[in-house]
C-alpha cells in the first residue's frame, strides 16, 4: 500500500499543540499572582522538559526496564525491524526487549533519527510472525508521523500544573492584593482546572493518533488482518496476565499498543479507542484492499 499522509492527525497534534501551550501562558501569568517563586520553578521545569526532549527514548525505556539487543542476541526481530523500517522509508530505530508477560509494545524518540522500537518477551509468545510485524509496523507509524515526539512533549506539560496542584504550597509567598492576604488555594484550584483540561487534550489527540498509527501499519505491511488478529490476541491475553505486573506498567498507557486498564482509574484515563472499534475499521482496510 502506498503511504499517505494523515493530514487529520497533524492538524489535530498542531491544534492540541497550540492550545497547550496557550493555556500554560495563560496560567503561568495567572501564577505570577500567586507566587514568589515562579521563575524558580519555570526555571527547574524547563531543565526537565530539556531533559525529557532528549532522552525520551532512555527514560522510557528505564521506566519499562527494557534494554537495547543486538542482532546477535535476537537476530528474526532485528531483521524483522530493519525491512520494515525499509518498507516505511525510516531509518532503522534502535530494538529493545522488555522482559515482562505482559503482551505490549511501544515506540518512543524525539525524531525519526533518534527513536527506539520496544517489544516485551510475552508480545513475542503470544503473536506468529505476521501478527508481531503488524504491530512493529503499527509502532513505526507512531514514528513516522511524529506523533510520539508530540505526546511526549504534551504530556510532559500537563504534569508541570499536577505538580503545583500537589506542591504549589510549598512555594507560596504570601503575597498581598490590594491589602488582602491572596490564599494560595486560588492559585492550586487554577492548576486543577489547567490540569484537566490538559488531560482531557491529550487523551482526545492519542486516541486518534492509534487510528492513525493502525493505518499506517497496514500501509506499511499491506496486511490490516494480521495487525487486527494481533489486537484480538494481546486484549485477550491481558486478563491472564497478573495484576501485579500491568499496574508495574500502566504509567507507559499513552505509549503502549494496547492500554493496561486497571480498575476504574485505567478506564477513566483511557488514552486508546475501544480494541473492537480498531479492528472494525482495520477490517475494512482489508475489504477495501480485497476490492481493488
Avoid at 151 to 179: C, H, K, N, P, Y
Wanted: hydrophobic share 50%.
Amino acid at each position: 500500500m502506498e503511504w499517505q499522509t494523515d493530514w487529520g492527525l497533524r492538524g489535530r497534534m498542531a491544534l492540541t499543540m497550540f492550545l497547550l501551550f496557550a493555556l500554560y501562558l495563560v496560567f503561568i501569568g495567572a501564577l505570577t499572582l500567586y507566587f514568589e517563586n515562579l521563575a524558580l520553578i519555570v526555571v527547574v521545569m524547563g531543565l526537565f522538559l530539556g531533559a525529557q526532549f532528549f532522552f525520551s527514548d532512555k527514560l522510557a525505556l528505564y521506566s519499562m526496564g527494557a534494554r537495547t539487543v543486538e542482532p546477535e542476541e535476537y537476530p528474526e526481530l532485528h531483521r524483522t525491524v530493519d525491512r520494515l523500517a525499509q518498507q516505511a522509508d525510516l531509518p532503522k530505530p534502535k530494538v529493545a526487549v522488555a522482559d515482562s508477560r505482559v503482551p505490549n509494545a511501544f515506540a518512543t524518540g524525539r525524531s525519526k533519527s533518534s527513536s527506539a522500537v520496544c517489544v516485551t518477551t510475552g508480545i513475542m509468545d503470544t503473536l506468529d510472525q505476521d501478527e508481531l510485524e503488524g504491530v512493529i509496523a503499527h509502532e513505526l507509524a507512531h514514528i513516522k508521523n511524529r506523533d510520539v515526539m508530540v505526546m511526549t512533549i504534551a504530556s510532559f506539560l500537563s504534569t508541570i500544573a499536577f505538580l503545583i496542584v500537589r506542591w504549589g504550597w510549598l512555594f507560596s509567598g504570601g503575597r498581598e492584593r490590594g491589602g488582602q492576604q491572596v490564599p494560595v488555594i486560588v492559585a492550586i484550584l487554577i492548576s486543577l482546572v489547567v490540569w484537566i483540561i490538559s488531560f482531557l487534550l491529550i487523551r482526545t489527540l492519542s486516541r486518534y493518533r492509534e487510528y492513525a498509527a493502525d493505518r499506517g501499519g497496514a500501509m506499511i505491511t499491506g496486511k490490516p488482518a494480521a495487525l487486527a488478529n494481533a489486537l484480538m490476541k494481546i486484549d485477550g491475553r491481558m486478563d491472564k496476565v497478573p495484576k501485579d505486573d500491568m499496574r508495574d506498567q500502566a504509567e507507559m498507557n499513552a505509549f503502549f499498543i494496547i492500554p493496561i486498564s486497571v480498575g476504574w482509574i485505567g478506564r477513566l484515563a483511557s488514552t486508546h479507542p475501544s480494541t473492537e472499534k480498531r479492528i472494525d475499521r482495520l477490517q475494512n482496510l482489508e475489504r477495501e484492499l480485497e476490492g481493488r
